[in-house]
């Protein structure tokens, strides 16, 4: 390596780049697509000169559910502007060269610290827990405002890098309902940008529009001007003013020659001729061929969306260190086979009260953790999602007594009192229900692999119950392996 005032303290081995204490780790082409090694690292320096790879990689990182992930810091390295708004939005800066990495330092130690801020209880339905990762985001970069950007890979034409990233393009329109759905619980407010027109059955809004005869519905026609001939009065198609010969006009009916527009003759309109079914009209319909589901609607009956620049309220900025108390809380209370946050909690007091006076009685709780459900249920969508709760119950109470209870909060958090049961058998327990619902999803769920974490505990007779489950769960949910 050269010699400069900053190189000969930046050591660069098999792609870590280490300078004083942080520890970088460079991303180049042919290092795969895997990022799972990288949790590690304090920052990633990606090597950006192919768009397609850079904007696999920032997607892998920025739209996976761990903020060990998500909120890494990301350079660019070797990127010439393409465009693409989900590359130029979703990096951390970009490097010329290796040089620069000392004056980053302190963008990545900045970032490292505000993300110690983010609030990490797991609470809430699918569209909370993404909007709350989105925010932690917004907080550790100090952005606040979501903006649009014309994109040809998106459904609806319009992107929004940060959410966008966590669907597929031909998800685009569920971007739409979660902004919607943010503005609900006034985390957001908008700001008219433009508008689309999307399809009326698949939501989606590359169309191709088309002027269509009104009695055959053929787009095969032919236009052209109406001409009034003020000396006679005829009216007809130009062409029937026209000759073979040369560009004069004359008037099949009165044979005159036409002189000046607007002196001896007009164009008041144009006349639409069907080549399919040759029929004359005046007025055609536009219909829109959805080009994704093939759908060919006119075009009074396409759905209009604003397309908004976004804004945080302060209820959405507070929301990465506070956490996000929606109005609609809940929706899993009623899952069979389980029981309420209240009635749960109620049900562990008791069973403090009555094991503190028999102490040969052991009770465990257990806490279940499933990581990656949201992208499953993302999967199965809005109506199935509780009958796949619901059989997840079921599947639990085949494992464990009749008497034992289950409280779900959230899709991703499974409370599990164990009566008279010892941690290490609850422990075991728990090992079997997790592989059978790991067997369970992946043989129905094309081989769909959950990621779960456990941990049991004897249930406390000293203290409050609440404050043993919190750090239970707290211990569950930022175990990674
Ligand atoms: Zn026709
Ligand atoms: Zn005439
Ligand atoms: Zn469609």
Same mark, same amino acid.
């Given at each position: 390596?050269e010699?400069t005032?900053h190189?000969?303290r930046?050591?660069?081995?098999n792609?870590v780049?280490?300078?004083?204490?942080?520890?970088?780790?460079?991303?180049?082409?042919?290092?795969?697509?895997?990022?799972d090694?990288?949790?590690?690292?304090d920052?990633?320096?990606?090597?950006?000169?192919?768009?397609?790879?850079?904007?696999?990689?920032?997607?892998?990182?920025?739209?996976?559910?761990?903020?060990e992930?998500?909120?890494?810091?990301?350079?660019?390295?070797?990127?010439k502007?393409?465009?693409?708004?989900?590359i130029e939005?979703?990096?951390?800066?970009?490097?010329?060269?290796f040089d620069?990495?000392?004056?980053k330092?302190?963008?990545?130690?900045?970032?490292?610290?505000?993300?110690?801020?983010?609030?990490n209880?797991?609470?809430?339905?699918?569209?909370?827990?993404l909007?709350?990762?989105i925010?932690?985001?917004?907080?550790t970069r100090?952005?606040?405002?979501?903006?649009?950007?014309?994109?040809?890979?998106?459904?609806?034409?319009f992107t929004?890098?940060?959410?966008?990233?966590?669907?597929e393009?031909?998800?685009?329109?569920?971007?739409?309902e979660?902004?919607?759905?943010?503005?609900?619980?006034?985390l957001?407010?908008?700001?008219?940008?433009?508008?689309?027109?999307?399809?009326?059955?698949?939501?989606?809004?590359?169309?191709?529009?088309?002027?269509?005869?009104?009695?055959?519905?053929s787009?095969?026609?032919?236009?052209?001007?109406?001409?009034?001939?003020?000396?006679?009065g005829?009216?007809?198609?130009?062409?029937?003013?026209?000759?073979k010969?040369?560009?004069?006009?004359?008037?099949?009916?009165?044979?005159?020659?036409l002189?000046h527009?607007?002196?001896d003759?007009?164009?008041?309109?144009?006349?639409?001729?069907?080549?399919?079914?040759?029929?004359?009209?005046?007025d055609?319909?536009?219909?829109?061929?959805?080009?994704q589901?093939? +759908?060919?609607?006119?075009v009074?009956?396409l &759905?209009s969306?604003?397309? $908004?620049? #976004?804004? !945080?309220?302060? @209820?959405?900025?507070?929301?990465?260190?506070?956490?996000?108390?929606?109005?609609?809380y809940?929706?899993?209370?009623e899952?069979?086979?389980?029981?309420?946050?209240?009635?749960?909690?109620?049900?562990?007091?008791?069973?403090?009260?009555?094991?503190?006076h028999? +102490?040969?009685?052991?009770?465990?709780?257990? &806490?279940?953790?499933?990581? $990656?459900? #949201?992208? !499953?249920?993302? @999967?199965?969508?809005?109506?199935?999602?509780?009958?796949?709760i619901?059989?997840?119950?079921?599947?639990?109470?085949?494992?464990?007594?009749?008497?034992?209870?289950?409280?779900?909060?959230?899709?991703?958090?499974?409370?599990?009192?164990?009566?008279?049961?010892?941690?290490?058998?609850?422990?075991?327990?728990?090992?079997?229900?997790?592989d059978?619902?790991?067997?369970m999803?992946?043989n129905?769920f094309?081989?769909?692999q959950?990621?779960?974490?456990?941990?049991t505990?004897?249930?406390?007779?000293?203290?409050?119950?609440?404050?043993?489950?919190q750090?239970?769960?707290k211990a569950v949910?930022?175990?990674?392996?």
């Amino acid at each position: 390596m050269e010699t400069t005032k900053h190189k000969s303290r930046i050591e660069f081995d098999n792609n870590v780049l280490n300078y004083e204490n942080q520890h970088l780790y460079l991303f180049e082409s042919f290092s795969g697509l895997k990022i799972d090694h990288l949790v590690g690292y304090d920052a990633i320096v990606l090597e950006a000169n192919d768009a397609d790879f850079t904007r696999i990689i920032l997607k892998k990182f920025r739209s996976h559910s761990n903020p060990e992930f998500y909120l890494k810091p990301i350079f660019l390295i070797n990127y010439k502007s393409s465009g693409d708004p989900i590359i130029e939005h979703l990096h951390d800066g970009i490097l010329v060269s290796f040089d620069q990495i000392p004056e980053k330092v302190n963008d990545i130690q900045e970032l490292f610290v505000r993300s110690t801020h983010i609030d990490n209880s797991p609470s809430g339905s699918f569209e909370v827990l993404l909007m709350k990762k989105i925010l932690n985001y917004m907080y550790t970069r100090e952005l606040r405002s979501f903006k649009p950007y014309p994109n040809l890979n998106s459904a609806v034409g319009f992107t929004y890098p940060l959410l966008s990233i966590n669907f597929e393009p031909f998800e685009e329109t569920k971007v739409l309902e979660i902004l919607d759905w943010a503005q609900k619980e006034n985390l957001i407010w908008p700001d008219f940008y433009d508008r689309v027109y999307l399809c009326n059955s698949c939501g989606a809004g590359h169309l191709s529009y088309r002027e269509i005869c009104p009695s055959c519905d053929s787009a095969n026609m032919k236009s052209e001007d109406l001409i009034h001939h003020f000396p006679c009065g005829n009216i007809g198609p130009i062409s029937d003013f026209k000759n073979k010969v040369d560009s004069v006009l004359n008037c099949p009916k009165c044979n005159k020659a036409l002189r000046h527009i607007g002196v001896d003759y007009d164009k008041p309109s144009i006349i639409n001729h069907c080549l399919t079914c040759n029929e004359v009209f005046q007025d055609y319909i536009v219909k829109a061929l959805c080009l994704q589901c093939k +759908t060919d609607s006119d075009v009074q009956y396409l &759905v209009s969306k604003n397309i $908004n620049v #976004y804004r !945080l309220t302060k @209820k959405g900025r507070n929301a990465a260190t506070s956490g996000i108390i929606t109005s609609e809380y809940g929706g899993m209370e009623e899952v069979f086979g389980a029981v309420d946050h209240k009635t749960f909690n109620t049900m562990m007091h008791y069973e403090q009260e009555r094991i503190k006076h028999n +102490t040969s009685q052991n009770t465990t709780i257990a &806490v279940l953790h499933i990581e $990656n459900i #949201y992208d !499953l249920l993302r @999967k199965l969508g809005k109506s199935k999602e509780k009958a796949f709760i619901t059989e997840l119950v079921q599947l639990i109470r085949e494992n464990i007594t009749p008497a034992d209870f289950i409280n779900i909060s959230n899709p991703s958090l499974i409370l599990i009192c164990m009566n008279d049961t010892v941690s290490t058998d609850a422990l075991q327990l728990m090992q079997k229900v997790n592989d059978k619902i790991e067997e369970m999803v992946f043989n129905n769920f094309n081989k769909f692999q959950l990621v779960m974490h456990y941990k049991t505990a004897p249930l406390n007779t000293e203290g409050a119950f609440e404050k043993q489950l919190q750090e239970l769960t707290k211990a569950v949910t930022e175990q990674h392996d």
